[in-house]
């Protein structure tokens, strides 16, 4: 990440924020992947995969937050940012996001001791997590933080499943939805936070620069999964594809 443009001058904060929502051209909203599940083109196996898949993602983001408080000398930051581990881990009477996820999970057909052994996740969709959570680990709290905002573009990919999935999919049981419900208010609070907290610490160029890259790096990531999941589920060339249709690859974490 050391692709610093040394042409480069500094932006005021409102052509800062620009050029960081500028960057959801390339959020996975616009994957073929999602498009087709989007248009209703995806297969139940196609739903499947990525439910299973996505759901390692989704167990992971409250490590990455745990990670930034971690590192985070901050109090009044960190209890701001443990809110995000409660709304996926759940406090109280909520159940919260993981659990809203093994009800998708079910809701599409998944069982949900399948999605908790893990067994479904493919290589490239672990990888490209696990160096999102390593990355939270070993990086400055304000940089960590701020890779967050691709929940800049969430809520806009919450809303069009919302909208399109319940008349492409009757399948789907209805209470599978309440996830997709919950993160369109719980995703513009964390943005309102996130973005403050980037406009606050990026007051160099340099900064600022090094943002927007670590804002693409986040974007890779999300946009990597898609990659795999189109290799394992429309074009059927799952790892070790040429060798067995056996699922080879390593089920869980090894670290």
Not at 23 to 50: D, F, L, S, V
Not at 213 to 239: C, G, H, V
Request: include cysteine; charged fraction near 20%.
């Amino acid at each position: 990440m050391n692709s610093f443009n040394a042409s480069a001058a500094l932006m005021t904060p409102e052509e800062f924020e620009q050029a960081l929502r500028a960057k959801g051209a390339y959020y996975h909203i616009h994957h073929p992947y999602h498009i087709a599940m989007h248009n209703g083109q995806a297969t139940r196996e196609q739903i499947q995969g990525w439910v299973a898949n996505r759901f390692y993602y989704q167990t992971s983001i409250p490590m990455k937050d745990a990670a930034i408080m971690a590192n985070c000398p901050d109090a009044q930051t960190r209890r701001k940012w443990v809110q995000r581990i409660l709304d996926h881990d759940g406090q109280g009477d909520s159940e919260g996001g993981i659990e809203a996820w093994l009800q998708l999970g079910e809701a599409v057909g998944l069982e949900r001791d399948v999605l908790l052994s893990e067994e479904r996740v493919l290589p490239g969709v672990r990888f490209a997590v696990d160096a999102y959570v390593n990355f939270a680990r070993r990086a400055v709290w304000q940089e960590a933080a701020c890779s967050s905002l691709t929940e800049l573009f969430a809520p806009q990919i919450h809303q069009s499943r919302l909208d399109s999935w319940p008349n492409h999919y009757q399948w789907i049981q209805p209470e599978g939805y309440h996830y997709f419900r919950s993160r369109l208010s719980q995703a513009n609070r964390d943005v309102e936070h996130g973005l403050a907290l980037a406009l606050e610490y990026c007051n160099t160029v340099e900064k600022q620069q090094r943002m927007l890259e670590i804002l693409q790096f986040k974007l890779d990531i999300l946009w990597t999964m898609l990659d795999s999941m189109t290799m394992a589920y429309e074009l059927n060339r799952a790892p070790y594809h040429s060798v067995t249709q056996q699922p080879v690859w390593h089920r869980g974490k090894l670290l």
